[in-house]
């Protein structure tokens, strides 16, 4: 089986770690949103690209979910000293991927060529590959104006109120080739429980790609990220509020009506299966909840016996 | 009294941070060597410009008289491990420097605007301006091929024998704005305690330089980095072999010839001072080793009465 996983950041970034456990290399294929990408420093930085390649790696801070473990801030101190802003905190192990990609890029490297040398070094077997190698800025549109993403999400820690949300770039862009190999050889497609609008729909604004989704050939699955009401982990339930969408994850499922086949929900969202159902998907229930690697294996090897137990098309 | 000082890295700037003690910021202009400048990872990288802010801002490492105070490595490591040569030690805070320098080239800036930036976050009132905004390589003709600076210099620890030097670039290089209006308006030039093949002549190499300083109108300085027949840091003395040279104050004294009005020689070198002389400048006795702040402050007092003292033209 050759499993297609499209991811954001953290929580996507769990459930890649323990689907790589599962799936020998050519089983699995990790692409990534790369809509949060932005330059600091004249670096540039793709916080859910290294987060995924820190995770597989058992590099990651485990308790943000993202940045190094063990990580150090003097490059940040002598910034600041510098007289640079500093709201974006870059850790100085982190620095070094920001570092090499910057001058790989100037050299003429693809970001799937830069990530790929990434993976061979941090000695990762799986690919993990962005969605596309052209520029897409997620853009958010809010009540104290248009922000950038990361100006959004880190320097103002999401506090404005999102009115929309532009992914500029995207109409000019491809899917990169990884991507696009992907989405024709691969035998099933899972949505890791990203956030829906800043993490998927990113993936979703590149040209062709809701269309060869929509015609995939093996079964859809997707992971809610709500859970009880409320996102595990960060603004994916204030989002959905300010857009006029439930908090629950049957507004997550209505994000993929007609993209996904079976959607998975926690126990804890037992009673709203029905909901689900409803909306022409078919409804799995088991624990999302991922406190551990043991639960993140335990969720990879549910979700692809879901994958194989799947009755669609 | 308005003084030039032209220096290189650890030993020339001992003694201007002893001159910026005494001097007012107005009355003092660093010109600093950039033929060592490299890039690593994609950062542009001034080591001796480096050298002499860290030393005026009393950042620098005491122990090596380069880099900075209580520094770290941690993404040299992270470097490392993402498979790139660390043989240059670059250090966290040290990377900071790096990185907005090389941000601020690419967005234009010259090399003097970035040192001013540099330096006004540093709280330096002091003006340091390299030598040049143009791209000057030193470049070393050794035994084992013709190698750029610092790969001589730190890779191969100045091990192969020196057969020349070139500057590559210097033929279509201009002095930086500062360095041209100091060479005007000042009253005196000090030539400080730096290697004269590695970090003097590339200053020289520049048009127009060397004819500058033969004509310029007040008293010139040059304080002897060889003392007691070795060099006080660096492979000055090994150089001055391999080239053929006398290994002491004379050796260095030969290459001021035409250039320097004053030669300042160590204690420990008195009875040379009529060799000095014999090359037709004047020869002028006292202790140069600084030790500590106060051996630098000693040394810019002492110098500052011999250019007072100067009968030159």
Same sequence: chains 1, 2.
Avoid at 116 to 125: A, I, K, Q, V, Y
Avoid at 156 to 178: A, I, Q
Avoid at 206 to 234: H, T
């Amino acid at each position: 089986m050759r499993a297609l996983a499209l991811t954001g950041g953290v929580g996507g970034a769990k459930l890649c770690f323990g689907l790589a456990q599962i799936l020998e290399p050519d089983e699995l294929r990790i692409v990534v949103n790369t809509g949060d990408d932005e330059e600091f420093h004249g670096l540039y930085v793709c916080p859910d690209l290294d987060t995924v390649m820190y995770t597989l790696a058992e590099l990651s801070n485990p308790h943000t979910g993202w940045g190094i473990k063990n990580e150090t801030f003097a490059t940040l101190s002598a910034l600041d000293r510098l007289g640079q802003e500093t709201w974006f905190g870059l850790g100085d192990q982190d620095l070094a991927t920001h570092i090499v990609r910057t001058q790989m890029l100037r050299q003429g490297n693809s970001l799937s060529e830069i990530t790929e040398h990434f993976c061979r070094h941090l000695g990762l077997g799986h690919q993990i590959v962005p969605m596309s190698d052209d520029r897409i800025r997620t853009t958010v549109e809010t009540d104290i104006g248009t922000l950038p993403f990361q100006t959004y999400f880190v320097r103002h820690r999401c506090e404005p109120t999102v009115t929309g949300l532009r992914f500029d770039g995207s109409d000019s862009s491809e899917v990169s080739p990884g991507f696009s190999e992907s989405l024709e050889s691969s035998d099933a497609l899972i949505f890791c429980p990203s956030n829906p609008y800043l993490s998927v729909a990113p993936i979703l604004s590149i040209p062709s790609v809701r269309k060869r989704i929509e015609d995939f050939k093996g079964p859809r699955l997707a992971v809610s990220p709500i859970v009880g009401g409320q996102a595990l982990k960060g603004p994916a339930g204030k989002i959905l509020a300010e857009l006029g969408e439930d908090v629950s994850c049957i507004g997550v499922a209505r994000q993929y009506v007609g993209l996904c086949d079976v959607f998975v929900i926690d126990e804890l969202d037992r009673d709203l299966a029905d909901d689900v159902r409803n909306l022409g998907m078919e409804a799995v229930v088991m624990n999302t909840i991922m406190n551990n690697n043991r639960d993140k294996v335990e969720l990879a090897r549910n979700l692809l016996q879901a994958v194989t137990e799947a009755d669609v098309r």
